[in-house]
């Protein structure tokens, strides 16, 4: 997983929420649940991709 995947994931979630205000369903549980579960694996897509970038980066010894 890289940067291009956490990008694709917000503008998704950005079209779901214009699209949800524009037909007024923002209301419904679902609708809720699923931009929840969207934002949720924005979030571990970052803390995913952030700690395998610190992995990869060696410290040089003193």
Avoid: C, H, Q
Wanted: proline residues 2%; positive net charge.
């Amino acid at each position: 997983m890289n940067d291009r995947i956490t990008l694709l994931l917000s503008g998704i979630l950005t079209i779901l929420f214009f699209v949800s205000g524009v037909l007024n369903i923002l209301d419904y549980f679902i609708v809720k649940l699923i931009l929840l579960a969207l934002f949720l694996a924005i979030v571990t897509t970052i803390i995913i991709t952030k700690s395998k970038d610190d992995s990869n980066t060696k410290k040089p010894l003193d």
